[in-house]
C-alpha cells in the first residue's frame, strides 16, 4: 500500500466534517429527547392507531394498528403512482409522436399543450383540479349519467364494480395464454432464423389473448355481472350513490394532474428519442426492403427507446415522488396518513418522518434497478 | 370538359374540385362558427347524431377533393403538405380547427366578456363570468402576503434595486466585463441578502455586517500562512466558523438590538408572503443550490473513494425523496437536532432544504457535462502542469457548464415550480395566499379566478425562463 499525506488528509478532513456533524446532530437529539420525555423506538407500529382513514385499498379502522396505517398509506400511494404512470405513458407517447408529426396543426396543438402544462406548478394544478374544476361537478342527485353507467358527481366519480364467478378460471386462462404467446414468440423466432419463414405472430396472439378467455367463460363457467351504482336518498337533500366503485374527487384530481403534468416531459422524451435516431438507419432500412412497419419496430425503435427510457424513468420515479402532493388536498397517502396524522398522534417525528423518506428512497431506488436492468437488457440486444 | 370521377380526385379538373371542395370545407367551418359564437344550428332538422358529425364529414369531404398533389397553385400544395396529407391527418385538423372555433366563445365570455372588472365587493361579481374584482381586491395579499400595507414599499424598493443591479451586465463596457462573473457569483447575491434582510426584514444588519467582516479578514491574515494544500478547506470552513463563534459565543445579543436602523420597523418572516416571496425562496435557492451542486458533482467524480461516497450518498438520498417530505423534516425533525436553544428562522430553514434538495440535481447535471468533456481536455490540462482547482475552475469547469445550460436551466425552473410546497412548513406563497383567501367567508366561490391569475403568472415566469436559458445555450454554443 502506498500511502500518501496528499490522499489522506482532504478524505480525513471530510469525513471528520460529516461525523461532527452527525454527531452533534444526534447528541442534540438526545438532549432534545430526553428533556421533553420522549423515548425514541419503533414499537409504536404495532399500538393501536385510533384514527380513520378514508379511502383505503385493504381493510382499515381506527382499531388497527399503526403499521397497518402506514401500509394503507403506501397503497394509496402506490395506486396513485401506477394508475398515474399508466396515463402519462399512453398521453405523453400519443404527445410526443404528434409532436413530429408533420401536420402543422397537431404539431402546433401538441406543442402548445406541452408548453402549457410543463409551466405552471404541479401543486396549483392539482388544486385548479380539486377545488376550481371538479367542484363545479352537479351533485349526487342532479348528475347525468355517462353511457348510463358511470355517474361523474361532486362527490367522486362511481363506476360499476365487476362481480366475477369463478374468477381463478379466467385469471388462469389469461395466464396460459400469456405464456402460450411467449412460447409462439421463440418458436417463431427460431423458425425465421432456421429457415427464414415467417409467422404472423401478431394475429396469433391477437386470437389467442381473446379467444382463451372466451373459452373460459363458455366452458370454464365463468361469470361476469356489473354493478351499477344507484342513487339512494339519505335524508331530504342527501343522496349518495350506493353500489359499484366509488372513486374520491381527490384520487381524481390528483391522477389527472399527475399525468397531465408528466405526460408533457415524457412527450420531450419520446421527441427526443425519435429525432435522436439517425435518418440515414431508417432510409437504409427501407433500402434493404423492409415494409414501413418493420422498419419502424426493428430498426427505429430499438435505436429510439434507448435513448428515451432512461430519461423516462427519471419521469416516473418524478411522479412517484410527486404523488406526495396529495396531502395538499387531503388524498390519504403516505404523506398525508403517516407522516401527518400519524405523526400528530405519536409526536415521533424522527422515526416516522425516518420512515416516510426510507420508504419513498426504496421506491425510487427500486424503479430506478428495475429501469436500468431493462435498460441494459434492450442496450445489449443491439449489439 | 373531361369526366369527372368524384372518388379520385385529379389535376385535370383540378378548379371544379377545388371550388366544390373549399366550399365544403367552408360550409363546415361556418356551420361550426355559427353553432358556437351565435348558438345557430343550422341543421337541427334532422337527428342529433347527424347534426352533429355534419360538419365533419362535409368538412372531410371538402379536405378530400381538394387534396390533388402538383397542383400548381402555391397555396393549395401548402395545405395539403401541412394539413391535409391523408384521410388521418384531414379529419385530425378537421377536428382541431372545429375545438378551437368551439372553445374560443366560452373562454371569451368567461376571461372578458360577461367578467367583471369594476367595483370592490363581492356584490359586482353577479356574472356567469370570471370575478376579476377579487384578483383586484385581494392584490396586494397576493403579492406581499401578511406584509404591513404600509410598509410594502419595502420590498418594492428593494426589488427594483435588485433588478436594476442584475441587469448591470447588459451596460457594462468590454473593460469591466471580466469583472462580471466575481459580481454576479459574490457581489451581488451579498447586496441581494442585505437588501433582504436589512431593508425587507429590517434585521440587525450592521452587526452581522461587522462580524462578516471581521471574521473574513481574521481569516484572510491567517490564511497567508496556511500551506496551499489545505487553503481550500481552511476557507471553506474557518471564515464561518469565526462568524458563528463571534455572533453567538463571544458577543452579546444585546448589541444586536442597537444595530437595528431607526424607523424600520421588523417584520418577521412569517408575515412575509405572496409572489414576493416566490421570489425571495427562488432567488436564494438558485445561489445556493448552484455552488453546493457543483460541489457534490466534483466529489462524485474525485479520486478519493471516501468523498466520491459521500457525495454519491448525499446525491442519492436527496433524490431519492420528495421535496414535500424534505420539508416536513425541517419543520418537524430539524429543531429536534439542534441545541435547545439554538432557534432558526422558518424561511431559513427552508431555503436551505430546498437548496439542499435542488444541490442534488444540480449536481447530477453539472456531473453529466463533466463526463461529456472528452478526456484530452483533462490531460491537456495536467500536461501544462496545472493542479486540481486550476485544471478544474480554468478548463473544465467553463467547458462543462455551458454544455449543461439548458439542464441547469430546466432544474431552475423546476426549483421556482416547486416553491409552493412550502405550504407545508406553514409559509404561504402565491399558491398558499390563494388558499387562503378562497376560504374567506366573503369571497367564497372564486378559486378558479384565483389559480387561474396565479397559472398565468407562473406560466409567464416559467416561459420567460425557459426562452431565456434557449438564449443563453444559442448564445455560447461553440462548435467542436
Known amino acids: 500500500m502506498n500511502f500518501k499525506l496528499k490522499d489522506i488528509v482532504p478524505q480525513l478532513i471530510t469525513v471528520t466534517a460529516v461525523v461532527l456533524v452527525f454527531g452533534f446532530f444526534t447528541y442534540n437529539a438526545q438532549i432534545n429527547m430526553e428533556n ?32 397497518r396505517a402506514y401500509l394503507v398509506g403506501l397503497l394509496n400511494t402506490i395506486l396513485v403512482s401506477v394508475i398515474g404512470i399508466i396515463i402519462a405513458t399512453i398521453l405523453g407517447v400519443i404527445v410526443g409522436v404528434a409532436r413530429l408529426s408533420p401536420n402543422y396543426l397537431i404539431n402546433k396543438f401538441a406543442a402548445f399543450y406541452v408548453e402549457f402544462f410543463r409551466n405552471i406548478p404541479l401543486l396549483l394544478q392539482i388544486f385548479f383540479w380539486y377545488f376550481a374544476a371538479l367542484r363545479a361537478l352537479p351533485l349526487p342527485q342532479d348528475a347525468e349519467a355517462i353511457f348510463s353507467v358511470f355517474f361523474l358527481t361532486i362527490k367522486g366519480l362511481y363506476i360499476p364494480a365487476f362481480i366475477w364467478q369463478n374468477f381463478s378460471v379466467f385469471f388462469y386462462s389469461v395466464v396460459a395464454a400469456i405464456i402460450a404467446i411467449i412460447f409462439i414468440r421463440i418458436h417463431a423466432r427460431r423458425v425465421q432464423e432456421n429457415q427464414g419463414k415467417q409467422i404472423p405472430v401478431f394475429l396469433i396472439s391477437i386470437g389467442l389473448i381473446f379467444i382463451l378467455p372466451l373459452l373460459s367463460f363458455l366452458i370454464g363457467g365463468v361469470r361476469l355481472s356489473f354493478e351499477i351504482p344507484v342513487l339512494k336518498q339519505l335524508a331530504t337533500t342527501s343522496f349518495v350513490y350506493e353500489g359499484g366503485v366509488s372513486l374520491p374527487p381527490e384520487l381524481i384530481a390528483l391522477t389527472l394532474s399527475l399525468s397531465l403534468y408528466t405526460a408533457t416531459f415524457i412527450a420531450e422524451c419520446v421527441r427526443a428519442g425519435i429525432e435522436g435516431v439517425n435518418k440515414g438507419q431508417k432510409e437504409a432500412a427501407a433500402s434493404i426492403g423492409l415494409t414501413p412497419n418493420q422498419v419502424l419496430k426493428l430498426v427505429i425503435m430499438p435505436q429510439a427507446l434507448r435513448i428515451i427510457i432512461p430519461p423516462t424513468t427519471n419521469q416516473y420515479l418524478n411522479l412517484t415522488k410527486n404523488s406526495s402532493l396529495a396531502a395538499a388536498i387531503a388524498y390519504p397517502d403516505l404523506v398525508l396518513v403517516f407522516a401527518g396524522t400519524a405523526l400528530m398522534q405519536t409526536g415521533k417525528a424522527i422515526e416516522i418522518v425516518s420512515i416516510t423518506m426510507f420508504t419513498y428512497l426504496s421506491l425510487s431506488i427500486s424503479i430506478s434497478i428495475l429501469m436500468n436492468w431493462y435498460n441494459k437488457r434492450i442496450a445489449i440486444q443491439e449489439k | 370538359m373531361n369526366k369527372i370521377n368524384f372518388l379520385k380526385p385529379e389535376k385535370s379538373n383540378l378548379f371544379t374540385f377545388l371550388y366544390l371542395g373549399s366550399f365544403l370545407f367552408f360550409i363546415s367551418v361556418i356551420d361550426v362558427f355559427l353553432n358556437s359564437f351565435f348558438r345557430i344550428n343550422l341543421t337541427s332538422f334532422l337527428p342529433n347524431l347527424i347534426s352533429f358529425l355534419l360538419p365533419l364529414i362535409i368538412g372531410f369531404i371538402g379536405l378530400y377533393f381538394i387534396r390533388i398533389e402538383f397542383s400548381g397553385i402555391k397555396k393549395l ?36 366578456v360577461d367578467a367583471s372588472f369594476a367595483g370592490d365587493s363581492k356584490d359586482v361579481c353577479s356574472g356567469t363570468g370570471a370575478c376579476w374584482t377579487y384578483i383586484k381586491v385581494w392584490m396586494r395579499r397576493f403579492m406581499y402576503g401578511m406584509y404591513p400595507n404600509a410598509e410594502q414599499w419595502r420590498i418594492n424598493l428593494s426589488f427594483i434595486a435588485l433588478a ?7 451596460f457594462a463596457t468590454d473593460k469591466f466585463k471580466k469583472y462580471l462573473t466575481l459580481y454576479y457569483v459574490v457581489i451581488y447575491p451579498f447586496i441581494a441578502f442585505l437588501f433582504i434582510f436589512f431593508f425587507i426584514s429590517g434585521g440587525p444588519v450592521f452587526f452581522d455586517f461587522s462580524y462578516g467582516i471581521i471574521a473574513a479578514i481574521l481569516s484572510i491574515i491567517v490564511g497567508f500562512f496556511i500551506p496551499s494544500k489545505f487553503k481550500f478547506y481552511y476557507f471553506l470552513i474557518v471564515p464561518f466558523a469565526l462568524y458563528i463563534l463571534l455572533k453567538y459565543f463571544l458577543f452579546f445579543e444585546e448589541y444586536i438590538e442597537l444595530g437595528k436602523l431607526e424607523g424600520l420597523n421588523w417584520v418577521e418572516t412569517g408575515a412575509w408572503g405572496g409572489l414576493s416571496l416566490t421570489f425571495i425562496i427562488s432567488f436564494f435557492c438558485l445561489i445556493f443550490c448552484f455552488p453546493i451542486g457543483m460541489a457534490f458533482a466534483l466529489g462524485r467524480r474525485s479520486g478519493f473513494p471516501l468523498i466520491r461516497y459521500i457525495s454519491i450518498g448525499f446525491i442519492e438520498f436527496w433524490r431519492g425523496v420528495p421535496l414535500i417530505t424534505v420539508l416536513f423534516m425541517s419543520a418537524v425533525m430539524f429543531p429536534m437536532f439542534l441545541p435547545a436553544d439554538f432557534f432558526i428562522d422558518k424561511l431559513v430553514r427552508c431555503i436551505i432544504a430546498i437548496s439542499l434538495f435542488e444541490a442534488a440535481y444540480v449536481a447530477e447535471v453539472i456531473r453529466g457535462g463533466l463526463q461529456a468533456l472528452p478526456r484530452g481536455q483533462y490531460e491537456a490540462a495536467k500536461s501544462l502542469g496545472m493542479g486540481y482547482w486550476k485544471m478544474h475552475i480554468f478548463v ?7 454544455l449543461v445550460i439548458p439542464g441547469i436551466a430546466n432544474t431552475f425552473l423546476a426549483l421556482v415550480k416547486d416553491t409552493p410546497l412550502i405550504f407545508v412548513v406553514g409559509l404561504l406563497e402565491i399558491v398558499g395566499m390563494l388558499n387562503l383567501a378562497k376560504t374567506n367567508p366573503e369571497w367564497l366561490g372564486f378559486a378558479m379566478e384565483g389559480y387561474v391569475f396565479a397559472a398565468i403568472i407562473f406560466w409567464i415566469i416559467c416561459y420567460a425562463m425557459s426562452k431565456y436559458s434557449y438564449n443563453l445555450e444559442q448564445k455560447y454554443k461553440t462548435d467542436r
Open chain 1, 36 to 67: 421533553r420525555g420522549i423515548d425514541f423506538g419503533y414499537g409504536f407500529l404495532s399500538q393501536e392507531s385510533s384514527f380513520d382513514v378514508q379511502f383505503s385499498l385493504i381493510e382499515y379502522d381506527g382499531s388497527h394498528s399503526y403499521f
Open chain 2, 77 to 112: 400544395d401548402l395545405i395539403n403538405k401541412h394539413i391535409n396529407t391523408n384521410n388521418f391527418n384531414a379529419i385530425l385538423s378537421l377536428l382541431i380547427i372545429f375545438i378551437i372555433i368551439k372553445s374560443i366563445p366560452p373562454i371569451l365570455s368567461w376571461f372578458v
Open chain 2, 164 to 170: 436594476l443591479l442584475g441587469s448591470v451586465g447588459y
Open chain 2, 396 to 402: 473544465i469547469l467553463p467547458q462543462a457548464l455551458k
